[in-house]
C-alpha cells in the first residue's frame, strides 16, 4: 500500500540537526571492503533502532517510530535515507520498538504491545475481531497480553519486546516471560500451533527475567541466579519437565514425554517424494498489496524423516497400523521444495543447480560450491536441517489440517565445524526409521505415502520470492537489558544465568550439543560469570560480562564468533585486542558487532563475521526481481577470525548503541554539545576499567588465597581471619563497581534522554561512602596488624608464575617494576574516589550554578573528595601505627596492639608528664584513635613498661586549663572514676596534644570524625565504659548518657551478677523512672522491678514481679514498701496464696488494709500493725458468715458480732479466730435468744451457760438488744480507710500534708507526671496524644469559679479522670482497684452494702477537697455558684416578688460521682441486689402475673380511669383502634423510656429517665383532655403504676435504693424528687398487690 505522505521526511526536518541519537546504517561486510556508514537524517534524535532481515524500526524522541525497508505487508520498499513514519502509532508514546523476521513490535509508555507485518506463524497474534486468518497485518494493532490465572483475569504490563522469524516474546513489569507464534522456540508446553494470544513460559514462571534475545528459531534470557534458600521453590516445576528432557552430558542418554513435544537430538535422514496433493498445488502464498510478483506453486516436495540416532528409544510398530502419530516415537518432517517457475521469476538460476541440489539431498556427494549470486552466506544447516517443531501453521480451514494430515517438522542434529557442510551427506547413509517415531504435532510418511501439507507454510522454499528473501537468515532482535532488573539498593544484579530454548542444529543453544530444547534450559558454564547481557543472531549467540568479555557459541560459517575454537556448541571467549574491553554487543544474521573501549574515551567498533568483496549495488528493481532464494548457500570464502577494528568509528563521536539485523548494521551515536556526554562515557569508561582491574586483582592473588586454608595459618590467628575480612571488603566493593559500571554501560545507551540526577553516585552516595570506608579500614586493619609482610611470603609460595601478571597491576608507579608491594596494590581503589569526584566536576560545569544538577553535583563531589581526603590520612595512620609497633615490639605491647587501633601521638621524648609525678618517675602518655594509654614507669628506649592504664577516648572529658604565672602548660583530664592533669613541655606541644584529643573525641561522637566540626568536645554525650573501681558500680557495664564525666541521663548497667538496669541516672546514680532485673541466686530466677527511683535506691511508685512469684504493686521509700501497694503472694495451688492491699510502713503492713485469703476463702477488711492483723476489723467468709470487732496480735480479741449466712448471730467476746469465750447474745434466725457465757469454736459446736428467751408474738421490740446486733459497729470508719491512697495523690502533687502545699508547685507537678507518661508511653494513639497535650497545659485556677468557667472545670475534671498518668485518673483507677479487691469475690456480701456506700460517699468527700486544693474558686460541699445556672442540678423557689429563680449548687456527688460511680457500679450494684433479693422475688413475681392481663383489663384492675385509657394507636401512619384484648399497645413510648433507667449508672441521669418518662406519658394523655391539664396524684399513681408494670424492669428495688442513697440532697425536695417517690411508690405497691 503506497503512503506517499509518509514516504520523504525531508520537509519535515528542522534546519538544526539534532546533536544526539545520531543514526548511521550500512551493510555488514567488515573492513575488507570499503564502508560508508549512511546518515538517516530525522528531525529528531533516534533513541532506538531495530533491523529485522529486510527492514527496520526507528524509535525516535517524542514516542514516534519510523519504518524503512521492504515492508512486504504493505508492498512497500521504502529507502533508509527516508523512513516511513507510521502514522497508525501517532498518539501513542512508543518506548520500545523491536523487529522480527518479517515482523515488528512496538511498546507504549502504558506497556501495551502492537504487532504488523507477517503473521503466517502467528508471530502478530490475533488479528482485529480475533480472527487468525490474515497472512499479514498491514497495520500496527494493540495486542493484549492477559493473565487469565488471576480472578478476574488482568491485563500484563509489558516492559519489554523481543522478535524472531516466527515468534515473539515479551517481559512484563513483574520480570516473567510470555510467549506466541509457533515453534519449539517459544517455550510453552503446547502441542497446538500457531499460538496465537500471549502465553506465559511456564518453566521460568517464579524466576527473574531480566532480559530476553531472539534468534531465528532460537530463544535467549538472562534471568537472575536463584539464592540457595529458594532454589528449591523450582525443584517441583524441574521434575516435572524432566519427563520432556534429561541431559546431563553430551552424550547421556535422553528421555522424551512424546505426548506434547518432539523427540530431541535425533539423526537426520531423508527422503523424496513426487507425491503432490492437489491441494498443495492449488494453495498460492499471499501476493502483497500493490505488487506485481506471484509466489508460484510446489512441483513436488522432499521429506525430511528424522529418528533418534539412539537405540531403544522407542519400538516400531507393526506396518498394519492407521494411526502412525499414535504408533510411531519418531518425527517426520516434510518440507516443500522451492517452486520451479518460468524463467524470470524462478528460484533457481537454472536447472542444473535444481538438480545438484537433489542429488546431494539424495545421497550423493556434497561438495562446495561459491555461487557469485547468493545473497546470503549462512551455513548450510541452518537453513536446510531446522531443527525444532513446525515452524508455522495453516489458518482456518487448513488449521485441522496442519495437525491430522500435515507434517510437523522437528528436525536433527546439524555441525557447524568447518567440515558441516560435508556432513549431510553422511548423515544421509543412515538407514531411516529404527522405528517409525512421531509426536503429536507430525504426521509420518510410510510405504510410500506422504502426509498432504500445504504449499503456503511459512519457512519453506515455497515462500522464497524475489521480494522476500525468507530462509536467508534472521535478524536477531535482542531487547536491551531492563534497567529495573536491580538488586534492593537500586543496582542491577551480577548473580545472572542465561537460559535458551528452540532449535539447536548450529549449537545455539550452548549445551554442548546440536540438539533441540522445548523448554528453557539453563546454559551452567555461564553461570557465575556475572552476565549482563545477551544478543541473538540468526544461528549464534552471543553473551557479555560484566568484565567487559564476550561469549559466543553457534554457527560460525561465516566466523561471526569471533574464534576458531572447538566446539562451537559451548560458549567460548572472543579474542579482542589487548586493553579493549567490550560492554555492548549485537548479532546479525552472519556477523557480530561488538562496542568497546579502548585507550580513549570514545569507544571503538570492532567486526566479526563474513568479509564481502566490493561489488557493484544493484537497483532496487534489480533486488526485487533477481533477489536469490537458495536455501543452500556454501561457505563464506573471506571472513574474520578474530573481531576487528572498524575504522570509521573514530569518526562517528561517542558511540552509545549498536544493533544488527539480516546483512544490515547500525549505530547511535552523540555529539558531544554540553560537555555531558563526553562526562558520562568518562565515567563508564573509568569504571569499567577499574573493575576489570578488580576483577584481576581477585581472581590472581584473592582468591588462589583465600582457597589456600591450609596456608591460612602460616599468618597467623588473627591475620588469617582479618584477611578473610579484607576479602569480604573488596568483594562488596567489587560487586558494587560492577554493578555500577553495568549500569552506566546501560544508561549510555538512553543517555540523550537520561537525568544526570539519576545517576548512582548521586542517589546511592553514601552507599558508596560506606563501601569504601570499609574496605579501607579492613586494609588498614590488615596493615597495622603486619599482615602484608606475611601475605607477601604467602603469595610468592603459592601463585609463582601470577607475580609477574600481578606486577602489571600494580598501578602505583609504572616505572618500577619488580617485586609486588601488595599494600600499595589493595591500598590503589582508595585513588577511584578522587576520579568520581573530578568526573562530577566536570559535569558541574555543564549546569548552572543555580540548578538543582548543579547542587546535587557540587554536593556529591564534595563528599566524595572528602571522603579521599579522609582516608588517604587513615592510610597515612595505618603505615606510621605499623612502623610504631615494628619499633616497640615485645610482649608487653601486644595487648595494647590491635587492628582498629592507630597511633597519633605520643610523649617518649617527655614532652608531657603528669602533674605531681615523681623526680624519678617515668610517665608515658600514648594517644591512639580509640584510647589514652598511661604507661607508669617505663624505659621507652628498651620497650618495656610494667603498668599501663588504658582511658577510652569515648569517655575522656579534656579541657584545657589557663597558664599561671609558672609557666604550666596543663590539660585536665576527667574519666569516670579518676581526674588527673597533663603538664605539657611547650605551648605549641600543650596545642598539639589538645587539637588530637579534641580531633579524636569528636570523630567518635560524630560518627568516625567526617564532617564533624572542630571544637571542645561534648560535655552531654552517649558512651560505653566499664568501671573497675571498688564501689557498687565494680565491674558494672555502662552505656548511655554521660555528662561532665558522670552517669546522667538515660541509659543501661549491667553488672556480672545478671543484675540490669535500664533508665535515668542523675550524677552516677539511678534516679527517676527505670527498669531493673535483681536475679536470685538461691530461687535461681530474677526478679524485675519496674518504677521510680531516687539516690540510687526503689523510691516512688512501681512494680516488683519477686523471683519468688509474689508481685507488688505500689509506693517504695528507700529501697523498701512504704505507702499504699497491693502484694499478691504464692500462687493458686499453694497453701499461702492471697492478695493483700492497703497501707504499707517501712515494707510492712501498717495501717488499713484489706486482705483476701485466697486459700481459706476468708477476706480481712482492717487494720494491721507490723504485719498482723490488730485494730477494728471486718471479716467475711465464702460460706457468708460475717464478723465485725477487734484483733490483737493477729487473732480475733475482745467484743465482736458474728451474723452467719441464716441471719443467726453472735455479740459476745472472742478470744481466737471464730472462737468465743465470754459474755454474749445469741440471736436465732425466728428472733429468739439465748444470753449467757459462751466458748468453743462457731464452726465446731458452741458450750453455753445462760438464758434462753422465747420471743412472744404480741412482744414489744426491744431496742437495747437490737443495738447489740446493729452492723458497723465495731468496723474501720469509712473516712478513715485508704488515707494511703489519698495521701500518695497529695504526695504527687507536691503536697507532704494533706491540702497543704504550693498549688503552683502542684500544677507544674502535673505537667510533669503527664510529660513524663508520654515519655514512657510510645505507642499512644493520636486522640490519646492530643488529649494528653490539653492536659499537659495548666489551666486557670486561681480565679473565682462562676457558671462560665464551672464547665471548663468539669469537662478538664473528666480527661484528667480518663488518663492514669494524670494524678487525679491514677487516684480513679487506684480507688476503682481497691473498691473492687473489697466488694467483689468474697467481698460480695449483702451485710456489706452499708459499709460500700459509706467508703463511696468518702471517697467523694477526699476527692473533693483535693479538687478544691487545684481550684479554690469551688465552693465547699453544697456551696452554690453566682450567676444564672445552666447545670442540671437546680432547685426552684419562690421569692416575695413570687418569680422563679434556679441557683447552681456544687456538690462533691454532683461533679465526681459522675466521673467515680461509672467504673464502680458494677459492685456496688450487685450489693444492692444481693440486700434486696428477697424483695426482688416478690415483685418479680407479681410483675408475671400481672402482665398476663391485656391493656384495659389491666387499667381497669389498677383503677386507671377510663379518659385516660388510649383509644387509637398509630402504626405506620395508619391509625388503629385498641382492642379489649389489645396487649402492650398503650404508652408504649413512656414504658420503652422507663426500661432506660437499667442502662444508665449514676443517680442523676435515673431521674432524667423518670423525668423523661413523665414527659412522655402527659404528651400522650394531653391530646385525650380538655383545656389545661394538670395532673393530681390519685390520676397519676395508678397510669405510672401501669407503666411500672409494662416496663418489667429486673431489680427495680436496687435501682431505686441506690438512687435513694446516692441522690444529691439538694434534689429530694424538688420536682425530680416528687418524680422518684412516684417510682418509689409504685414499687411498693406492687409488692403489696395480693397474689391471689
Avoid at 387509637?1512 to 413512656?1534: M, N, Q, R
Amino acid at each position: 500500500m503506497e503512503n506517499k505522505e509518509h514516504s520523504g521526511l525531508a520537509e519535515e526536518q528542522d534546519t538544526v540537526p539534532p546533536q544526539r541519537g545520531l543514526l548511521h546504517i550500512w551493510q555488514s561486510g567488515g573492513p575488507s571492503e570499503p564502508l560508508c556508514p549512511e546518515r538517516v537524517c530525522l528531525p529528531q534524535c533516534v533513541l532506538q533502532v531495530a533491523l529485522g532481515e529486510h527492514h527496520g524500526l526507528l524509535l525516535a524522541q517524542g514516542g514516534q517510530v519510523y519504518s524503512f525497508g521492504e515492508l512486504l505487508w504493505r508492498g512497500l520498499s521504502v529507502p533508509v535515507s527516508t523512513p516511513v513514519l507510521e502514522v497508525s502509532l501517532q498518539g501513542t508514546t512508543v518506548v520500545r520498538v523491536a523487529s522480527g523476521g518479517f515482523h515488528c513490535g512496538a511498546l507504549s509508555e502504558q506497556g501495551s504491545v502492537y504487532m504488523w507485518g507477517e503473521n503466517t506463524a502467528g508471530q502478530c497474534g490475533p488479528t482485529e475481531g480475533g480472527t487468525d486468518s490474515n497472512l499479514t497485518v498491514a497495520e500496527p494493532y494493540p495486542l493484549a497480553v492477559v493473565d487469565n490465572e488471576v480472578v478476574p483475569p488482568a491485563v500484563v504490563r509489558v516492559v519489554d519486546l523481543a522478535c524472531g522469524r516466527e515468534h515473539s516474546l515479551a517481559l512484563s513489569a513483574q520480570n516473567e516471560l510470555w510467549a506466541w507464534g509457533s515453534g519449539c522456540q517459544l517455550g510453552l508446553v503446547t502441542s497446538n500451533f500457531p499460538v496465537w494470544k500471549p502465553q506465559k513460559v511456564e518453566h521460568l514462571a517464579g524466576r527473574h527475567v531480566i532480559q530476553v534475545a531472539c534468534g531465528a528459531y532460537h530463544s535467549l534470557a538472562l534471568v537472575r541466579s536463584l539464592h540457595p534458600q529458594n532454589s528449591n521453590a523450582h525443584k517441583p516445576r524441574e521434575k516435572r519437565s524432566a519427563s520432556h528432557l534429561s541431559l546431563t552430558k553430551k552424550d547421556e542418554s535422553f528421555s522424551v514425554d512424546d505426548a506434547h513435544y518432539c523427540p530431541l537430538g535425533v539423526e537426520l535422514t531423508e527422503s523424496m517424494s513426487a507425491e503432490t496433493s492437489a491441494r498443495r498445488r492449488s494453495k498460492q502464498r499471499f501476493q502483497p498489496a500493490g505488487g506485481s510478483h506471484r509466489y508460484q506453486t510446489v512441483l513436488f516436495p522432499y521429506t525430511y524423516s528424522i529418528s533418534n540416532n539412539k537405540e531403544n528409544v522407542g519400538k516400531s510398530e507393526p506396518d498394519g497400523q492407521d494411526d502412525p502419530i499414535t504408533q510411531t516415537d519418531s518425527c517426520t518432517t516434510s518440507y516443500p521444495l522451492p517452486g520451479l517457475t518460468d524463467k524470470k521469476k524462478r528460484a533457481f538460476p537454472n536447472e542444473l543447480e535444481l538438480q545438484n541440489l537433489l542429488q546431494k539431498l539424495s545421497g550423493h556427494s556434497l561438495e562446495m560450491q561459491n555461487s557469485s549470486g547468493l545473497g546470503d552466506s549462512d551455513s548450510l544447516s541452518s537453513q536446510t536441517s531446522d531443527d525444532s517443531c513446525v515452524s508455522s501453521t495453516p489458518f482456518n480451514d487448513q488449521l485441522s489440517a496442519a495437525y491430522t494430515n500435515e507434517a510437523t517438522v522437528c528436525e536433527g542434529v546439524r555441525s557447524s565445524t568447518p567440515m558441516g557442510l560435508e556432513e549431510l551427506s553422511l548423515q544421509k547413509k543412515k538407514k531411516s526409521l529404527q522405528g517409525y517415531k512421531s509426536s503429536s504435532l507430525t504426521d509420518l510418511s510410510r510405504d510410500g505415502k506422504t502426509g498432504t501439507r500445504r504449499s503456503s507454510l511459512p519457512g519453506t522454499a515455497t515462500h522464497k520470492t524475489p521480494s522476500r528473501p525468507h530462509l536467508y537468515g534472521c535478524k536477531s532482535s535482542s531487547s536491551s537489558p531492563i534497567l529495573n532488573s536491580a538488586t534492593e539498593e537500586g543496582f542491577p544484579t551480577l548473580e545472572t544465568e542465561v537460559w535458551s530454548w528452540g532449535r539447536g542444529s548450529e549449537g545455539q543453544l550452548g549445551h554442548g550439543d546440536q540438539l533441540a530444547r522445548l523448554q528453557p534450559l539453563c546454559i551452567k558454564c555461564l553461570t557465575g560469570e556475572e552476565v549482563i547481557k545477551v544478543a541473538a543472531g540468526s544461528h549464534h549467540s552471543l553473551a557479555l560480562t560484566a568484565q567487559c568479555q564476550v561469549y559466543s557459541w553457534g554457527s560460525n560459517m561465516c566466523g561471526q564468533l569471533g574464534h576458531v575454537n572447538s566446539p562451537v556448541t559451548v560458549p567460548q571467549q572472543t579474542k579482542l585486542w589487548d586493553d579493549l574491553r567490550a560492554w555492548d554487543v549485537s548479532a546479525g544474521q552472519s556477523h557480530s558487532l561488538v562496542l568497546a573501549d579502548g585507550d580513549l574515551v570514545e569507544p571503538v567498533l570492532l567486526y566479526c563475521g563474513q568479509q564481502q568483496e566490493p561489488r557493484r549495488e544493484p537497483s532496487e528493481a534489480s533486488c526485487q526481481s533477481k533477489r536469490p532464494c537458495q536455501r543452500s548457500p556454501s561457505r563464506a570464502e573471506n571472513y574474520t577470525v578474530r573481531p576487528t577494528l572498524l575504522p570509521f568509528c573514530v569518526e562517528m563521536g561517542y558511540i552509545s548503541n549498536v544493533s544488527s539485523g539480516g546483512q544490515r548494521c547500525a549505530l547511535l551515536a552523540n555529539r558531544n554539545v554540553t560537555c555531558v556526554i563526553s562526562a558520562v562515557h568518562e565515567l563508564a569508561f573509568v569504571e569499567r576499567k577499574f573493575y576489570c582491574w578488580l576483577s584481576s586483582v581477585k581472581k590472581l592473588l584473592l582468591t588462589p588465597l583465600y582457597n589456600k586454608e591450609s596456608a591460612r595459618p602460616s599468618l597467623g590467628e588473627t591475620c588469617s581471619r582479618l584477611f578473610l575480612s579484607l576479602c569480604g571488603t573488596f568483594n562488596h566493593l567489587s560487586v558494587l563497581i560492577g554493578q555500577h559500571s553495568t549500569w552506566l554501560s546501560r544508561s549510555v545507551h538512553e543517555v540523550q534522554c537520561h537525568d544526570v540526577t539519576s545517576l548512582h553516585l548521586l542517589v546511592h552516595t553514601q552507599h558508596f561512602l560506606d563501601i569504601y570506608t570499609a574496605y579501607c579500614t579492613a586494609v588498614g586493619d590488615f596493615q597495622v596488624m603486619g599482615g602484608f609482610q606475611s601475605l607477601h611470603k604467602l603469595s610468592l609460595e603459592f601463585l609463582g608464575s601470577q607475580q609477574t601478571k600481578l606486577a602489571e597491576l600494580d598501578e602505583s608507579d609504572p616505572s618500577v617494576r619488580g617485586a609486588v608491594d601488595l599494600g600499595s596494590l589493595l591500598y590503589w581503589p582508595l585513588q577511584h574516589l578522587h576520579q568520581y569526584s573530578q568526573v562530577l566536576l566536570k559535569l558541574e560545569a555543564c549546569y548552572d550554578v543555580l540548578t538543582t544538577e548543579y547542587q546535587s553535583l557540587h554536593h556529591s563531589c564534595m563528599q566524595f573528595e572528602s571522603l579521599s581526603r579522609f582516608l588517604l590520612r587513615r592510610k597515612k595512620e595505618a603505615e606510621v601505627t605499623f612502623l610504631f609497633w615494628k619499633t616497640h615490639s615485645g610482649k608487653n605491647t601486644e595487648g595494647l596492639r590491635l587492628p582498629q587501633r592507630r597511633v597519633l601521638c605520643e610523649s617518649s621524648n617527655r614532652t608531657l608528664t603528669l602533674q605531681g609525678a615523681g623526680r624519678f618517675s617515668n610517665h608515658w602518655f600514648i594517644l591512639f584513635n580509640d584510647a589514652l594509654v598511661h604507661i607508669q614507669r617505663a624505659i621507652p628506649s628498651q620497650s618495656l613498661f610494667s603498668t599501663h592504664h588504658v582511658y577510652p577516648l569515648n569517655c575522656l572529658w579534656v579541657k584545657p586549663l589557663p597558664e599561671n604565672d609558672s609557666g604550666c602548660y596543663a590539660i585536665k583530664i576527667t574519666c569516670p572514676e579518676e581526674t588527673f592533669t597533663l603538664v605539657a613541655s611547650t605551648p605549641e606541644e600543650k596545642n598539639k596534644w589538645l587539637h588530637f584529643l579534641h580531633q579524636e573525641v569528636d570523630g567518635l561522637l560524630a560518627g568516625g570524625g567526617r564532617g564533624s566540626p572542630p571544637g571542645i568536645t561534648a560535655v552531654s554525650r552517649t558512651a560505653s565504659y566499664t568501671f573497675t573501681g571498688e564501689g557498687r558500680l565494680k565491674d558494672g557495664q555502662y552505656t548511655g548518657s554521660w555528662h561532665a564525666g558522670r552517669i546522667h541521663g538515660r541509659g543501661t548497667m549491667r553488672w556480672p551478677s545478671g543484675q540490669t538496669y535500664t533508665g535515668n541516672f542523675k550524677n552516677g546514680l539511678e534516679d527517676g523512672y527505670g527498669e531493673c532485673i535483681i536475679p536470685d541466686k538461691l530461687l535461681n530466677k530474677a526478679g524485675c522491678y519496674q518504677g521510680h527511683w531516687r539516690d540510687g535506691k526503689i523510691h516512688g511508685f512501681g512494680i516488683y514481679r519477686y523471683a519468688s512469684g509474689d508481685v507488688y504493686e505500689g509506693c517504695f521509700s528507700d529501697g523498701q514498701r512504704h505507702g499504699y501497694g497491693m502484694l499478691s503472694s504464692g500462687k493458686m495451688d499453694k497453701t499461702s496464696s492471697g492478695v493483700f492491699i492497703g497501707q504499707w510502713v517501712y515494707d510492712k503492713k501498717t495501717g488499713y488494709g484489706v486482705y483476701d485469703d485466697i486459700t481459706r476463702g476468708e477476706k480481712y477488711m482492717g487494720m494491721w500493725l507490723d504485719d498482723e492483723r490488730h485494730g477494728r476489723a471486718l471479716v467475711v467468709t465464702q460460706y457468708g458468715v460475717y464478723y465485725e470487732g477487734h484483733f490483737r496480735e493477729n487473732k480475733m480479741s475482745g467484743l465482736g458480732l458474728l451474723v452467719s449466712d441464716d441471719d443467726t448471730a453472735f455479740h459476745g467476746e472472742f478470744s481466737e479466730d471464730w472462737t468465743v469465750n465470754g459474755k454474749g447474745v445469741l440471736s436465732l434466725a425466728n428472733g429468739d435468744s439465748i444470753e449467757g457465757h459462751f466458748s468453743g469454736e462457731w464452726n465446731a459446736g458452741l458450750k453455753v451457760t445462760g438464758t434462753y428467751t422465747k420471743l412472744a408474738a404480741d412482744e414489744p421490740e426491744d431496742k437495747d438488744r437490737d443495738h447489740f446486733f446493729r452492723l458497723g459497729q465495731h468496723v474501720v470508719a469509712a473516712g478513715e480507710r485508704w488515707v494511703c491512697v489519698f495521701d500518695e495523690c497529695w504526695r504527687r502533687l507536691g503536697c507532704d500534708v494533706a491540702a497543704r502545699g504550693d498549688r503552683t508547685t502542684a500544677w507544674e507537678n502535673i505537667a510533669v507526671s503527664i510529660a513524663s507518661g508520654r515519655q514512657h508511653s510510645p505507642h499512644l494513639s493520636r486522640s490519646q496524644s492530643k488529649v494528653l497535650e490539653g492536659l499537659e497545659c495548666i489551666p486557670q485556677h486561681g480565679e473565682a469559679v462562676t457558671v462560665k468557667n464551672y464547665n471548663n472545670i468539669q469537662r478538664y475534671l473528666t480527661k484528667a479522670c480518663e488518663t492514669p498518668i494524670h494524678p487525679l485518673g491514677w487516684l480513679v483507677e487506684t480507688l476503682v482497684t481497691v473498691y473492687r479487691m473489697t466488694y467483689v469475690g468474697v467481698g460480695s456480701n449483702r451485710r456489706l452494702l452499708r459499709e460500700a456506700v459509706k467508703e463511696l460517699q468518702a471517697y467523694l468527700q477526699h476527692f473533693y477537697c483535693i479538687v478544691r486544693f487545684l481550684f479554690p474558686g469551688l465552693p465547699e460541699d453544697g456551696g452554690i455558684l453566682p450567676e444564672t445556672p445552666i447545670s442540671p442540678c437546680k432547685i426552684r423557689y419562690s421569692s416575695s416578688s413570687m418569680e422563679e429563680s434556679f441557683v447552681t449548687v456544687v456538690s462533691s456527688s454532683s461533679l465526681l460521682l459522675p466521673r467515680l460511680l461509672p467504673q464502680l457500679y458494677p459492685p456496688l450494684f450487685m450489693l444492692y441486689c444481693l440486700h434486696d433479693e428477697q424483695q426482688e422475688v416478690q415483685y418479680w413475681e407479681r410483675i408475671l402475673r400481672l402482665n398476663k392481663q391485656p391493656d384495659h383489663s389491666l387499667l381497669r384492675f389498677l383503677g386507671v380511669q377510663e379518659k385516660f385509657w388510649p383509644k387509637f394507636i398509630t402504626v405506620l401512619g395508619e391509625t388503629i383502634k385498641i382492642g379489649p384484648s389489645s396487649k402492650d399497645v398503650c404508652f408504649v413510648c413512656a414504658v420503652e423510656t422507663l426500661q432506660q433507667i437499667s442502662t444508665t449508672f449514676t443517680p442523676s441521669d435515673k431521674l432524667l429517665v423518670i423525668q423523661r418518662t413523665f414527659e412522655e406519658l402527659t404528651q400522650e394523655i394531653k391530646p385525650m383532655q380538655d383545656g389545661d391539664f394538670l395532673w393530681c396524684m390519685d390520676d397519676l399513681l395508678p397510669l405510672f403504676l401501669y407503666i411500672v408494670l409494662r416496663a418489667s424492669i429486673r431489680n427495680l428495688g436496687a435501682e431505686v435504693s441506690l438512687i435513694e442513697d446516692m441522690m444529691d440532697p439538694n434534689v429530694q425536695h424538688g420536682e425530680l424528687g416528687l418524680m422518684f417517690t412516684t417510682l418509689k411508690a409504685c414499687y411498693i405497691q406492687i409488692q403489696l398487690e395480693s397474689t391471689t
